[in-house]
């Protein structure tokens, strides 16, 4: 950005122009997502690959900036430890099961998660980190998956939820 007296601030720098958007394509798709200041750089695409993240520079980019999403996606996946005594014990690994991208979520939705469930984490951490230290908790939770389904499939059937019981036991009290 230019202040009056015409000299920059270095701001533009920072960010690409307002109309740019991420150069990577997700899963074979282009991102939509305003390019922040991440340039995609080689120890980046290392990363993207070690870790089989399905991003890819657009050859038809004329930058390399990402956005802030895959930014924080790649930050993530560069911490994560791998706890191979699990892995190596079970032969099942977390792809068998879907995985919940947290990262889409509020920062206050994951603050109230982590109050809720009173996970602890360091002070000052970023979104990133907060919704893997979330995932982490996440499966951890144990699930009847026959008994909820069960459940959920009743309750489809007979048109009903705990919400609706709630109101119905309220509403004839008065």
């Given at each position: ?28 798709e282009r991102c ?143």
């Amino acid at each position: 950005m230019n202040n009056n007296n015409g000299f920059s601030t270095g701001e533009e720098d920072s960010r690409g122009p307002a109309d740019q958007v991420c150069c990577l394509l997700d899963d074979g798709e282009r991102c939509r997502n305003q390019a922040g200041n991440a340039s995609y750089s080689k120890r980046i695409q290392k990363t993207v690959t070690q870790r089989r993240l399905k991003l890819m520079i657009d050859t038809a980019a004329r930058h390399i900036y990402i956005c802030d999403f895959h930014k924080g996606r790649i930050q993530c996946a560069r911490t994560k430890r791998r706890r191979r005594d699990s892995e190596d014990d079970s032969n099942e690994t977390d792809t068998d099961l879907p995985e919940v991208d947290l990262y889409q979520l509020q920062v206050n939705t994951l603050r109230r998660y982590k109050r809720f469930y009173k996970v602890s984490t360091r002070p000052g951490i970023n979104k990133a980190q907060l919704s893997e230290t979330i995932m982490k908790h996440f499966k951890t939770i144990p699930i009847k998956e026959k008994e909820i389904l069960t459940y959920f499939i009743y309750m489809v059937k007979s048109n009903s939820n705990k919400l609706d019981q709630k109101n119905n036991t309220s509403n004839e009290a008065t």
